[in-house]
T-cell receptor, first 111, second 110 residues
Framework: NAGVTQTPKFQVLKTGQSMTLQCAQDMNHEYMSWYRQDPGMGLRLIHYSVGAGITDQGEVPNGYNVSRSTTEDFPLRLLSAAPSQTSVYFC??????????FGSGTRLTVV | TQLLEQSPQFLSIQEGENLTVYCNSSSVFSSLQWYRQEPGEGPVLLVTVVTGGEVKKLKRLTFQFGDARKDSSLHITAAQPGDTGLYLCAGLLYGQNFVFGPGTRLSVLP
């Protein structure tokens, strides 16, 4: 099993550009989430989904959009990149909220 | 202000030593998890504790959930270099989502 697959692994954007971070899981998990990880701040929830067609905002949603058209895919869109969005982004999925399976992350730099 | 605090922030020890790291909050959690994260990788789930006072063992790692479900500890016996990493705790708030602590960065020197 591949688990949770994130692409790309690294990305450099210019301020104002948009892009989509891809996330796919093959475990038929209902719950999927996007987190960002910044030094000393732990993982902060951006958006989450409890099933196909259902999404909601987390702690730090501004500047990001998500959609969940299928159980497998949960892409994260940056609408207009800002330097404050420089971070490592993790996608995670869970079947029962007893534990997340995380992807290997996307390291994003906005210049 | 972090909802979950972890201490110590950094810990460097010699192989063979014992250590305990802590995860504390003023909030009550329905469950609490511990993850280990290595550089360039995502966190990997170690354990989930659900019942207040629960103790779980995973080889040389012992996890305890506080009686009031507000805190947890992770004890490692005879640490090995392979235990090196960032240890994260995450609490599930009732009816809400997981919140993560900032982590304890452990370095075990051979």
């Amino acid at each position: 099993n591949a688990g949770v697959t994130q692409t790309p692994k690294f990305q450099v954007l210019k301020t104002g550009q948009s892009m989509t971070l891809q996330c796919a899981q093959d475990m038929n998990h209902e719950y999927m989430s996007w987190y960002r990880q910044d030094p000393g701040m732990g993982l902060r929830l951006i958006h989450y989904s409890v099933g196909a067609g259902i999404t909601d905002q987390g702690e730090v949603p501004n500047g990001y959009n998500v959609s969940r058209s299928t159980t497998e895919d949960f892409p994260l869109r940056l609408l207009s990149a800002a330097p404050s969005q420089t971070s490592v982004y993790f996608c995670a999925s869970s079947s029962d909220l007893y534990g997340y399976t995380f992807g290997s992350g996307t390291r994003l730099t906005v210049v | 202000t972090q909802l979950l605090e972890q201490s110590p922030q950094f810990l460097s020890i010699q192989e063979g030593e014992n250590l305990t790291v802590y995860c504390n909050s003023s909030s009550v959690f329905s469950s609490l998890q511990w993850y280990r994260q290595e550089p360039g990788e995502g966190p990997v789930l170690l354990v989930t504790v659900v019942t207040g006072g629960e103790v779980k063992k995973l080889k040389r790692l012992t996890f305890q959930f506080g009686d009031a479900r507000k805190d947890s500890s992770l004890h490692i016996t005879a640490a090995q270099p392979g235990d090196t990493g960032l240890y994260l705790c995450a609490g599930l708030l009732y009816g809400q989502n997981f919140v993560f602590g900032p982590g304890t960065r452990l370095s075990v020197l051979p």
